[in-house]
């Protein structure tokens, strides 16, 4: 989220509006929103999963931005990616090693639901990072299969294979928050804008 929502935006305020200063600082939700809703921070850049959706502190408000869909990461030659050229029965995963988040995490609590909900297993969860990176790695070397959303990918496809789900499309949503009675501030007003124009972008990329 920070490469291409944050850092674009980032660029754009430099450039068109530069009397607002800003600071990039990484968190998770359960500090950034307090420290927004105390005044601490102006602006959280967030992602909310499906069956996770996020409860904001009162006096919060949020901005939707973009939808970013997940797709399934399989090694180049799995032979589920070789047999379906568009979307994969998840069932036919269910004998698969799968790399995700640490437990409580957005990325493995959705990794979970969608195998129990939509191919009716339990994952065998082997491999846990908090950097996508290294999970596209791990199913790169044939080492395991995971679920991405298409924002972590960065355009890398050539050494994996993405498929769609058959079962059911699964998505997050990416979103700002900023506090209610700040609606007016011109500056506020600036971090919304650049974010969404960021998110434009992207969505129309």
Known sequence: MSLRLALPAMQALARDAPRVRCELVEAEPEQALPALALGDVDLVLGDEWQHGPWQLPAGLERHELLRDPVHLVLPPRHPAARRHREAVPLAELASEAWTTGHPGMGWEEVTRRTCRELGGFEPDIRHRTNDATVALEVAA????????PDLALLGRHSSIALRGIA?????????????ATDATRPSTQALIAAVRAAAAALHGR
Request: proline content about 0%; hydrophobic content about 50%.
């Open 167 to 179: 079962e059911g499309k699964v998505d997050r949503a990416m979103f700002a928050v900023t506090r």
């Open 141 to 148: 070397r044939g080492l395991a299969v995971t679920l991405l």
